[in-house]
């Protein structure tokens, strides 16, 4: 019993369930600070605000003091609670052995098992709910008496008496079955929208656990690439370190070599002086001319030129560096960083299909509008004023704004094209300016016979050698203003990069002078 009213003593007013999260107005009621707060907002258009339990009035919205110790009685209290097989109601007449209840009356305040309730009266004042221990919160704080109706203005369960008599006079009220229904049907809604959620939530976990697994199957490939492809750039580092360090270290070897040629040629030098200055000296002019090694004493000029280039080369050597092989070396490391970035990159290439109205009328294009292949007979497009008049190109339908994106081509089929990336304001019409690369709208990669290299803006240079393979790629960073090509051999080989600064969006651009070009692959970012 003493259970059943500390239960009804931690039980808000307004909802009628123990507190949650308790606060205290200044009169010292408490309620759920989300049910007073619900409250508060329905009065906050009468002019005032006031109690739902004394209805003390407040001029302004009253602030809300946190309960703290209300609020550890509460927890207190819920964590003593037994299980619920231990903790049910019992019968209030069975006094020698409990029998569960299967109704209380609110009006007798008892609770009553089967036996007892047929001969329970059953007068309408009497009121029969289900069984439980907290009586008093199913009555008025103010009134005591049953609470029967809900107020829909403040949001609270009254009695008859607050609907004639007290501060809900006047207000719409509602029969608790009836507000419960709508409540109800509300928290069904509420319902139905969280399964959907929910739903939503657990196809998105499997469609990433799903993403997640092909990830890991490919993480043992790429892993065993990258390994290959850092140890490749450990191993030029490591060359380039111990040639650096022996260009160094070789300098002042090759200075004491010299160094001791010339102490060897000095000591020669002084031998032949020291046999003239003895020949000189004689008085006997036919031991002087008998002589025989005086010719070598007399040649003077023997390696001469040969050491005064040497020493010279000596003195103005600025450490013996090879910094021509050094550059090549570190522009090769580039090219290997470069195409681990690619590697990654390209693991989601960009959705390119071709714009059919931007097509030269010596074009066909394919039904995916991904092949594009010089054709013999006019194929009598419309005429639009996107359409190309002179050269055989045709653009993607899909620009580029922002962002980075990456598409590849297979350039097998022909031996005379350009691909690259071009403006929209390109010029469609006749003559030159009009060639994907002879503008300054554009920027492209091309073949012509066995000839390969880049152009923009009608200037442009040869590539030192040919594509080995017949796939190359376009890697665009918007932001930045790169467009990069890459020939997709193994390893990737890195063609040649345009820098500048973006001014307009940017179509994939392609020209067929002979044969087909096909677009490989791709997936939508």
């Not at 809900?168 to 959620?197: F, Y």
């Not at 750039?233 to 650096?244: A, I, N, P, S, W």
């Amino acid at each position: 019993m003493a259970s059943a009213n500390l239960r009804a003593e931690l039980e808000c007013s307004v909802c009628l369930n123990i507190y949650t999260d308790p606060v205290m107005l200044r009169c010292g009621h408490n309620f759920c600070r989300l049910c007073i707060d619900r409250v508060l907002d329905t009065q906050g258009g009468s002019g005032g605000y006031s109690c739902p339990q004394c209805r003390e009035k407040f001029p302004d919205r009253p602030a809300l003091q946190r309960n703290i110790t209300l609020r550890n009685i509460v927890e207190n209290f819920l964590s003593a609670q037994p299980d619920h097989e231990e903790s049910g109601v019992f019968c209030t007449y069975c006094v020698d052995y409990p029998v569960p209840a299967v109704r209380s009356c609110l009006l007798c305040e008892v609770s009553l098992c089967d036996k007892h309730l047929r001969v329970h009266k059953k007068s309408p004042e009497h009121v029969l709910c289900d069984p439980t221990l907290s009586m008093e919160s199913r009555k008025c704080s103010v009134h005591k008496k049953i609470l029967e109706y809900y107020c829909t203005e403040d949001d609270i369960c009254i009695c008859v008496s607050c609907t004639l008599a007290g501060e809900h006079r006047g207000h719409q009220v509602e029969m608790l079955d009836e507000a419960s229904e709508k409540k109800k049907e509300t928290l069904r809604n509420v319902l139905q929208n969280l399964l959907i959620k929910r739903e939503e939530t657990e196809e998105r976990v499997q469609s990433l656990q799903e993403h997640r697994r092909k990830v890991e199957e490919k993480a043992s490939g790429d892993t065993e690439r990258v390994t290959v492809l850092f140890r490749d750039l450990r191993r030029r580092l490591e060359d380039l370190e111990k040639r650096v360090l022996r260009e160094i270290s070789g300098r002042a070897e090759r200075i004491s070599i010299s160094i001791r040629d010339l102490e060897i040629k000095k000591e020669e030098l002084s031998r032949k002086i020291r046999h003239i200055e003895e020949l000189c000296n004689m008085t006997d002019p036919l031991t002087v001319l008998q002589e025989s090694d005086t010719g070598d004493l007399c040649d003077t000029e023997d390696g001469d030129n040969e050491d005064r280039e040497r020493h010279e080369e000596l003195l103005h050597d600025g450490g013996g560096l090879d910094v021509d092989g050094i550059s090549h070396t570190l522009h090769t490391l580039s090219d290997i960083i470069t195409e681990v970035n690619v590697y990654f990159y390209i693991q989601g290439a960009a959705d390119i299909l071709l714009d059919v109205n931007t097509a030269h009328n010596d074009l066909y294009v394919s039904d995916d509008r991904k092949t594009v292949s010089r054709s013999d007979r006019n194929q009598n497009h419309p005429e639009t004023p996107e359409r190309f008049q002179y050269y055989y190109q045709v653009l993607s339908s899909r620009s580029f704004s922002s962002g980075r994106h990456y598409w590849e081509v297979d350039v097998g089929g022909s031996d005379w094209w350009r691909v690259g990336m071009c403006y929209p304001s390109i010029e469609r019409g006749r003559g030159r300016q009009s060639l994907i690369g002879n503008n300054n709208k554009s920027w492209c990669l091309y073949r012509r016979e066995n000839h390969y290299g880049e152009i923009h803006d009608s200037k442009g240079i040869r590539l030192p050698s040919n594509i080995s393979s017949n796939r190359v790629s376009i890697d665009l960073d918007y932001e930045v203003g790169r467009i990069s090509f890459y020939d997709l051999c193994d390893p990737i080989r890195h063609l040649h990069t345009f820098t500048t600064t973006f001014t307009e969006p940017l179509h994939a651009g392609i020209y067929v002078g002979r044969g087909c070009i096909k677009i490989c692959g791709g997936n939508m970012e």
